[in-house]
Each structure stands twice: as C-alpha cells, then as structure tokens.
C-alpha cells in the first residue's frame, strides 16, 4: 500500500499572528461574511434577525417580495 508523500508547510502557520493589523482585517472580513450569511438564511426561513444598537436589542424583519407571482 502506498502512502501519500507527508505535505511539510512552506511557512511558518502562525507568521499571521505577528501582524496584528492584517489578522484584524482578517477577522473583520470573516465576521462580515458571516453575517451576511446569516441574514440571508434567516430571510430564506422568515425568520427576524436579532441585532444590537446602544444596548438595546432589535430585529430585523425578513424582507418580502415586492410582487407576487400567479
């Protein structure tokens, strides 16, 4: 049986935790992508999505259609 060559990293993984800058834009990115993926699932189930704004808790309704379709 043959075994697959073991892959060795380039790089050093962890180099992005020396830039505290780029990890953040990272981490911003992911958390707005997420979001957004969030939103639209919820809208495709129809279900509100909570948010916060100064402390206080709020929903966001799914959006309807304009028209309807016959």
Do not use: W
Not at 12 to 40: G, H, P, R, W, Y
């Amino acid at each position: 049986m043959k075994h697959a060559p073991k892959i060795e990293p380039t790089t050093n993984s962890c180099e992005i935790f020396d830039d505290f800058d780029e990890m953040t834009v990272l981490i911003q990115k992911s958390f707005a992508k997420a979001v957004k993926k969030a939103i639209a699932e919820n809208d495709k189930l129809g279900i509100p999505t909570p948010y916060s704004k100064n402390g206080k808790i709020f929903y966001r309704e799914p959006h309807k259609p304009t028209h309807s379709v016959r």
